[in-house]
């Protein structure tokens, strides 16, 4: 059975990690690091990549972290349907042409709608070039996820772009797809 890496529960994470260096060849490293009393993880990590090369460490963690499930968080407010295409396929990276359906329903009861749709093409086009196009939008920590106060109160910032460039100033104010 594969286990979950969860980047905010380092209690869990961290002894299993320090078992699978304590296995490898950096373990008298790793000792030697560890037992320097210093209080600057970044000053132990310079340290420790003095001894050794920074590409082997990163490789041999990313190769333990590779076995397990990584639990990672994304802002969207999903609904039923996209949430159980998540569960079955993972995350989509994004694509304009992808949200344009979703976009169309958010917007639908604006009601300048019907003035308003024919931007709705221009708008993608615009806010891909601007966009992580291409990209899974995620973070590996909750806690972080939480102090990006406007994906969680808004929602994406792609469907952000695009609302402000078919609706225009003030419809931060007022955002539809945040709903």
Avoid: C
């Amino acid at each position: 059975m594969m286990t979950t890496f969860d980047l905010d529960d380092v209690k869990v994470w961290g002894p299993r990690l320090n078992d699978e260096l304590q296995i490898s060849e950096f373990a008298a490293v790793v000792d030697q690091i560890r037992s320097v009393d210093l209080q600057d993880g970044e000053v132990r990590l310079r340290d420790l990549f003095s001894i050794i090369p920074q590409e082997h460490f990163v490789r041999t963690v990313s190769s333990w972290i590779e076995k397990q499930t990584v639990t990672a968080y994304h802002g969207s407010r999903l609904d039923d349907i996209e949430l159980q295409s998540v569960r079955s396929w993972g995350l989509k990276v994004l694509s304009p042409t992808s949200r344009q359906e979703t976009l169309i329903k958010k917007f639908a009861p604006h009601p300048d709608w019907a003035l308003r749709e024919a931007y709705l093409m221009d708008a993608l086009d615009k806010a891909a070039g601007r966009s992580a196009v291409g990209k899974v939008h995620v973070t590996l920590s909750y806690w972080h996820l939480l102090a990006l106060h406007d994906v969680v109160q808004k929602g994406s910032e792609f469907d952000r772009k695009v609302e402000f460039e078919v609706f225009g100033k003030g419809s931060e104010e007022a955002p539809l797809v945040g709903q």
